[in-house]
């Protein structure tokens, strides 16, 4: 057999190669199996949960300065979600109580990193990092946020940094 | 339910479209596609959104699934996240990279005494790559050096290197070993319709049709009179009213499990270097009792693929620019190892290879701005990999498993084992990627485990007689009149390059020879056709 070896440039991997410092993964970030979201038959969010989720997806974006992300781009990325399968409507009402609940006692801002930091406990705030959250740093990273980390070369950013697992090599070729 | 056609084409990858396309130009208005798989949903902006936000990959339930297959060889190939059983074929979710053969590729026995030779050369073939590169719509750049000859430029400009590869053409340049702009079927400028690509970086699922990509070429021939698709159709087998003519096709239609039969007056196979064999496999019958075009033993066989390994390491240097990679494949490559030089000892074609960065990761892992920054300036992994050809052997195989694969296919039985010399190959290979490497200023370098790239061929191969393969130089299968094979399972080698653009010179090759064997010689002569 070919000689083989374990170093890939898969998604915690590139960064644990560099030292060490990256955190440890959790949840999704894990590898594991994505679960899939909170049922739901395809729908329409309210005008005031529409609103709740704008401010959701400004305190998301807070934390790391990413302001890029336009009210209009986004409400479009609610309703594609919600009014086609699979649609997100359970999940975006899960991921409002898991915030307003965060909010009681913290600034938005403060309520987002602090779901990030305890999600693994329970599972309504582990769906709402997966799944919401999680949904708009990449929202926030593609349409502009990116930029935010000096990237100021690139015309636009994804990258690979929203896969749950490393790119298979020869995946595409 | 009984359908007939003209000529009926099994598979709705880039060949079968290709095919289809000559023979309607052709003026053969009675084409019948048929395709095992089912449309993908393709530049539709909530796939997208889920493709990179939810880490959904859209093709997942239009691959094979691990059951399909069985290894029982050293090396084992992988099927599931790679071929596609879809409306368009496997190139909905490719690269696009498109090289060349060289002229030495089709005289492979002949310079190495190792693997076959083609029955037809480069020279032959040279005009239908010029074709293929519009079909594909190839971007390059034709003063490179590494290319084989050509007869015209490439029929899009090419992308410039990413920044990020600029220390890998620099160490290139020291060591003496040349570098290309990649052939790549990526739009450097806006054609059919579709987009420019924007290098967005969502590369697997591309938002703007910014790369080739086959659903394309099959929405264009649904719009022409005379042209049918079948989708979740399987072609079961090919049945003979003589040994020399198929008279029809038996069909299953997945969804309601009802039996068809096509009749039509030509056959082509287009259903890639793994079913296309399978089903003349599957046709044995009265008068092929080992299958169909195997009366060499050699059907399934001379089964080969690509070696590919990748080589990381660390720089020296911070990364203070903060340049990564923004695309899934590399946009410079070296064919300067694929040559007539080191034919013997094992081709390889090599590209550099970077990360991304993982920005999204960091965040959730409730990393500060400062935190990431800090993150992304220390020195950064670069990879070389290398895609090293395999000499043909006729000790790998596939052959058709007992039971029923997920779509009700024959499960699919492979065989296949490096050989010796593979093996040696590949050590050199990688000793060219460390030398690269530490040219780069790299140290900690690290292999990951090398495979197969599923770039699968050599099952149905080609020859002049019926004694030492499974088609002629006309892709039809020796000693029937009627049945045609059209994919890479035909390659009596593969070279080092990506088969894709080599796959779709045959299809026009072909596709022009049937016309003008069913319509005459008036079929109209090679013509490259400008893309508009």
Aim: include cysteine.
């Amino acid at each position: 057999m070919l000689a083989s070896g374990g170093a890939g440039l898969g998604l915690m991997g590139y960064a644990l190669r560099r030292g060490g410092r990256a955190p440890k993964p959790t949840g999704v970030l894990a590898g594991g199996p994505r679960p899939s979201p909170f049922p739901a038959d395809p729908g329409s969010l309210s005008q005031t949960e529409k609103q709740l989720l704008w401010q959701l997806a400004v305190a998301t974006g807070a934390p790391w300065n990413l302001s890029e992300l336009s009210e209009k781009e986004f409400l479009g990325f609610l309703e594609l979600k919600t009014q086609s399968p699979p649609s997100y409507l359970a999940e975006y009402r899960n991921a409002l109580e898991v915030f307003a609940s965060a909010c009681r006692e913290q600034s938005p801002p403060e309520a987002v990193v602090s779901i990030l930091r305890h999600a693994g406990r329970e599972r309504a705030a582990e769906h709402a990092r997966d799944f919401v959250i999680g949904e708009f740093i990449a929202l926030h990273l593609a349409t502009g946020g990116f930029r935010q980390f000096g990237l100021t070369r690139f015309r636009a950013y994804v990258g690979e940094g929203y896969r749950a697992s490393p790119v298979q090599p020869g995946r595409l070729r | 339910m009984k359908l007939s056609a003209e000529v009926c084409i099994l598979g709705s990858g880039v060949a079968g479209g290709v095919v289809a396309q000559e023979l309607l130009d052709a003026g053969i208005a009675d084409v019948l596609m048929i395709e095992a798989g089912s449309p993908v949903v393709m530049r539709d902006t909530r796939t997208w959104y889920d493709v990179f936000t939810a880490d959904r990959n859209p093709f997942a339930a239009h691959t094979y699934q691990q059951s399909d297959y069985d290894n029982r060889g050293a090396t084992p190939i992988r099927l599931k996240g790679r071929h596609l059983r879809a409306r368009g074929g496997s190139t909905l979710h490719w690269a696009g990279l498109s090289y060349r053969l060289k002229p030495e590729d089709f005289r492979l026995a002949s310079n190495t005494g190792r693997g076959l030779d083609w029955p037809i050369d480069y020279t032959e073939l040279e005009p239908y790559y010029a074709l293929a590169e519009s079909t594909l719509q190839v971007a390059g750049d034709a003063s490179d050096p590494g290319h084989p000859p050509r007869s015209g430029p490439f029929p899009l400009p090419a992308f410039p290197a990413q920044e990020v590869e600029s220390t890998f053409i620099q160490a290139m340049r020291d060591l003496g070993f040349s570098t290309q702009h990649a052939c790549c079927a990526r739009n450097s400028r806006s054609i059919h319709g579709m987009s420019e690509c924007l290098r967005i970086g969502t590369c697997e699922y591309c938002p703007v049709g910014g790369r080739f990509t086959g659903d394309q070429l099959i929405a264009r021939l649904e719009e022409r009179r005379g042209f049918r698709l079948l989708t979740d159709t399987l072609a079961v087998r090919l049945r003979f009213s003589s040994p020399e003519r198929a008279s029809f096709a038996e069909l299953l239609q997945r969804e309601t499990g009802e039996r068809q039969t096509v009749e039509a007056g030509t056959f082509v196979i287009c259903a890639g270097g793994v079913e296309s064999p399978k089903l003349l496999l599957a046709s044995a019958g009265e008068f092929w009792p080992r299958g169909v075009g195997n009366q060499s033993g050699r059907l399934g066989r001379f089964l080969t693929d690509h070696v590919y390994q990748k080589c990381s390491g660390r720089a020296s240097q911070p990364n203070r620019a903060h340049i990564a990679n923004q695309l899934w494949f590399g946009t410079t490559a070296s064919r300067h190892f694929d040559d007539v030089a080191a034919q013997a000892s094992g081709k390889f074609l090599l590209t550099p290879e970077h990360g991304f960065f993982q920005l999204q990761g960091m965040m959730l892992a409730g990393m500060s701005k400062e935190q990431i920054v800090r993150e992304l300036e220390q020195p950064p992994v670069h990879a070389v990999q290398f895609q090293l050809e395999e000499h043909a052997s006729e000790t790998n195989f596939l052959e058709l498993g007992k039971e029923p694969d997920s779509i009700g296919l024959p499960r699919t039985v492979v065989h296949h084992t490096l050989t010796p010399e593979a093996e040696a190959a590949a050590q050199r290979a990688r000793a060219r990627c460390e030398t690269i490497l530490l040219k780069m200023g790299c140290s900690d370098l690290a292999w990951n485990q090398a495979q197969l790239s599923n770039h699968i061929s050599g099952t149905c191969c080609m020859s002049h007689s019926p004694d030492a393969g499974v088609v002629d130089e006309d892709l039809k299968v020796h000693d029937t009149r009627n049945v045609h094979v059209c994919s890479s399972a035909v390659f009596p080698s593969i070279g080092a390059a990506n088969p894709t653009v080599t796959i779709v010179a045959l299809a026009h090759r072909l596709g022009r020879h049937l016309g003008r064997q069913l319509r005459g010689p008036s079929s109209p002569a090679i013509a490259i056709h400008s893309p508009p």
